[in-house]
C-alpha cells in the first residue's frame, strides 16, 4: 500500500488501539485522541481515526465518501481477501446493499416484533425468578446477558437447538477479524473453519422453522425482493451481529446499575425509564467501541486529506463521550437524552436490529425491577478483550429482593 501523505499539521500517534491494555479501558487512550486533533493519523497501522462526535457523525452518515464495500475493518477488500464472503448489507454500499436492507429492515422493524414482547417479557420474568429465588451470589454475564438472548433470539430466527453454543465464539471471532490481526484474532483462528461451516450450514431454507426471522428472510427471496443467492448471506447476518453485540450492550446496562445504585432507584420508581436507560448505557460503554470506513477518492475532513483507499477507524466509544458533543459525558444518567448517540451507528448502515436489542433490554430490566430492589457486586468483575466489542467476561453480583 502507498505510504499515506498527510498535510503536516495532521496529528500523528504511535500508540496502538488494539493494544490489550487499551482495550482493558479505552477511555484515556481516547481522550487524548480527541485532545489530539479531529483527524489523528495512526502510524502503528496507517490509517485515520477520528475520535470527536462531529466527525464520527460526518463518516458515518457520508457513505458516498466512507464506503463500506471494501471493508468495515481494518483489512482493505480493494487489495485484500476477506476472511469471508462480504456481508450484503454491512460490508456494501448502495445500490447492492438496499434490497438486503430493506427486506431485513421491515422483518426486524417495531411493527414486525411487536408481537414477540409477551413472550420475550415472561422469558425474561422466568430468568429472573430463577436467580432471585436461589438467593446466592451468581455471574450476570453467564446468567443474565447471555442467557437471555440466547434463551430468546435463536429461537425468534428459527434456529435448530443443535450447536448453539458456537453462536457467541463464531461473532467474537467476527468483532476480532475487524481489528489488526493481533493475538485476538490468532486464538480464534484455529476454529474458524469449524464455527463458519456450522454457522453456514444453519443458513439454508430448510433449517430454518416456519415463523422466524430465517424464513421471513426466504419468503422475501420466493416474493423476489431478494434472489436465492443472498438470502442465506442476510440469515448469516443476524447470526453474526445478533448476540454478542446484545449480550456485551446488555452487560453494560447491569454493571452500569450495579455501579449506580441512584440511577437503579429511578428505574424502580419508573418502569418506562427501561429503554431510555438502555441506550444510555450504549452512549456510555458503546459495547461497539470502533470499526472502519475507506475513502472513495482524496477525502478531506477538518483541514487533512485522507487519500483514496485510506482506511478512516472511527471511535464510537469515543464520540459517545465527547464533551464537545454531550454535558458530563462520562456520567451515566438515564434521565438524560442519549437518542443521538453513535452506538448503533447512524446513517444508511444504523444498527438494523436495534429495536430486537432494545425489546430484549427493556424486557430484562423491567423483570429485574419489579424483582430487584438492590444489585451490589460479588466480585471483582472482568472484562472480556475483544478488537471491536467492549464487554465484561464476569459480573459476579448478589441482589436484594424487593
Ligand atoms: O452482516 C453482518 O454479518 C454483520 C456483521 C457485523 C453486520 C454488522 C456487524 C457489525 C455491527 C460490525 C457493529 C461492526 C459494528
Known amino acids: 500500500m502507498a505510504a499515506t501523505q498527510t498535510t503536516p499539521t495532521t496529528a500523528s500517534l504511535d500508540e496502538d488501539p488494539f493494544a490489550p491494555q487499551v482495550l482493558e479501558n479505552p477511555l ?25 462526535y462531529e466527525h464520527v457523525h460526518t463518516a458515518l452518515t457520508d457513505w458516498q465518501a466512507f464506503q463500506s464495500a ?17 456481508s450484503l448489507l454491512l460490508e456494501a454500499d448502495p445500490p447492492l446493499h438496499d434490497a438486503p436492507r430493506t427486506v431485513l429492515g421491515a422483518i426486524l422493524g417495531p411493527r414486525a416484533i411487536r408481537r414477540l414482547r409477551e413472550a420475550w417479557a415472561q422469558e425474561a420474568r422466568q430468568l429472573v425468578d430463577r436467580v432471585v ?56 483462528a484455529p476454529r474458524v473453519a ?11 431454507r430448510e433449517r ?33 451481529a445478533g448476540v454478542d453485540t446484545t449480550v456485551h450492550a446488555l452487560g453494560a446496562v447491569l454493571y452500569a446499575f450495579a455501579t449506580h ?12 425509564l427501561a429503554r431510555v436507560a438502555f441506550d444510555e448505557a450504549v452512549r456510555w460503554e458503546s459495547p461497539v467501541q470502533t470499526f472502519f470506513r475507506t475513502a472513495v477518492g482524496d477525502v478531506e475532513i477538518a483541514g487533512t486529506t485522507i487519500p483514496d483507499g485510506g482506511k478512516i477507524l472511527m471511535f464510537l466509544g469515543a464520540a459517545n463521550r465527547d464533551p464537545r458533543r454531550w454535558d458530563d ?44 430492589e438492590r444489585i451490589d457486586f460479588a466480585g471483582t468483575p472482568r472484562r472480556h478483550l475483544n478488537n471491536t466489542l467492549r464487554g465484561w467476561s464476569s459480573l459476579p453480583m448478589r441482589v436484594r429482593p424487593a
Open 70 to 86: 471494501a471493508g468495515v475493518g481494518l483489512a482493505n477488500f480493494r487489495h485484500e481477501k476477506p476472511w469471508r464472503p462480504p
Open 329 to 372: 459525558p462520562h456520567t451515566f444518567d438515564i434521565e438524560r437524552d442519549p437518542s443521538a448517540h453513535v452506538g448503533f451507528g447512524m446513517g444508511i448502515h444504523q444498527c438494523v436490529g436495534q429495536h430486537i436489542a432494545r425489546l430484549e433490554a427493556e424486557c430484562l430490566l423491567v423483570a429485574l425491577a419489579e424483582r430487584v
Open 133 to 188: 429465588d436461589r438467593g446466592t451470589e451468581f455471574d450476570a454475564v453467564t446468567e443474565l446477558a447471555q442467557a437471555f438472548p440466547l434463551r430468546v433470539f435463536p429461537d425468534a430466527v428459527g434456529l435448530t437447538a443443535e450447536g448453539r453454543h458456537h453462536l457467541l465464539p463464531y461473532g467474537d471471532h467476527a468483532f476480532n477479524a475487524f481489528g489488526p490481526p493481533n493475538a485476538l484474532v490468532a486464538r480464534g
Open 194 to 204: 469449524q464455527l463458519s461451516a456450522w454457522i453456514d450450514s444453519r443458513c439454508a
Open 28 to 52: 484515556p487512550f481516547q481522550a487524548r485522541l480527541r485532545d489530539a486533533g479531529a483527524v489523528v493519523h495512526l502510524r502503528r497501522h496507517d490509517v485515520h481515526a477520528l475520535a470527536r
Open 261 to 272: 445504585p441512584d440511577q437503579w432507584r429511578r428505574l424502580r420508581e419508573d418502569h418506562r
Open 208 to 240: 430454518l422453522a416456519p415463523g422466524g426471522f430465517g424464513a421471513a428472510i426466504w419468503a422475501a427471496a420466493d416474493r423476489g425482493d431478494i434472489t436465492e443467492d443472498q438470502a442465506p448471506l442476510i440469515v448469516r447476518s443476524l447470526l453474526t
